[in-house]
């Protein structure tokens, strides 16, 4: 009997000393290859960007419109965990363009803010938002600081080109446009300076859409509203995947 005890004892083999002394390699994804990025980059979340136009109530004063979006993103930034929203807010006489910077929690707090003031105020001083298009993942952000300009004097456009183009190339320009714009705030901004200045109508006429334009938009039916956005937004995916299909089938054909 203790001989056959030896036998099992040393039957047993030796654990390997190389898979000691192997190099473990740190599994990795694509998830956390944006997220080592951003924190590379002092991001907490991933950035998006929004292009907005809408309807505004008359003689609206910049300070008015510039002290209201203050106290909304302060707000948000308040009970929901996100970056701080950076951008452009071009007041024209009766409509207005904004380029909005920030996580995506942050930028559907301000659609539903949209929606729900939309709804619940008759005398909501903002009409007819529609959203032209959302960038998501941006690499960097192009504004340094959240912006209000006035478009003071209206410009006179000798013809509407929105009777003579379509709807694809009209975007096509006013993307154009915005982009060049973008870039410009962006070269000429000063570090620690917020205030953009109401001359961007003197500085560069070639690189704000005519406001004609910005009303277009809002009528266009091509582009969503924050409601119609917000109810694809929490609407929920069914996909059906390759292992839930099963033969026979269970109806018959």
């Not at 705030?185 to 690189?207: E, M, R, Y």
């Amino acid at each position: 009997m203790p001989s056959m005890a030896r036998n099992r004892r040393s039957s047993k083999r030796p654990f390997p000393l190389e898979s000691l002394l192997m190099p473990q390699v740190p599994r990795s994804n694509y998830l956390h290859l944006l997220e080592e990025t951003q924190r590379l980059q002092l991001k907490k979340f991933l950035l998006h960007r929004l292009f907005l136009v809408a309807n505004i109530q008359a003689n609206m004063e910049k300070k008015e419109i510039a002290e209201y979006y203050d106290q909304v993103f302060q707000s948000i930034l308040k009970h929901h965990l996100g970056e701080a929203v950076t951008g452009l807010s071009l007041i024209y006489p009766t409509s207005m363009l904004q380029i909005l910077e920030s996580s995506n929690d942050t930028l559907h707090q301000i659609l539903l803010d949209y929606f729900n003031r939309e709804r619940n105020e008759t005398e909501f001083w903002v009409q007819k938002v529609k959203i032209i298009v959302i960038s998501h993942n941006i690499p960097t952000r192009i504004f340094m600081h959240w912006y209000v300009s006035a478009v003071k004097v209206p410009v006179l456009y000798l013809d509407d080109v929105t009777q003579s183009q379509s709807l694809e190339e009209v975007i096509t320009d006013f993307f154009t446009q915005t982009h060049k714009l973008a870039l410009y705030i962006f070269k000429t901004g000063k570090v620690g300076a917020k205030g953009l200045g109401d001359n961007l109508h003197q500085a560069v006429p070639d690189l704000l859409p005519p406001e004609q334009i910005i009303k277009y938009l809002c009528k266009s039916e091509e582009f969503m509203d924050p409601e119609t956005f917000i109810n694809v937004y929490n609407k929920p995916m069914h996909v059906t995947s390759d292992a839930e299909v099963v033969w026979p089938a269970p109806s018959s054909f």
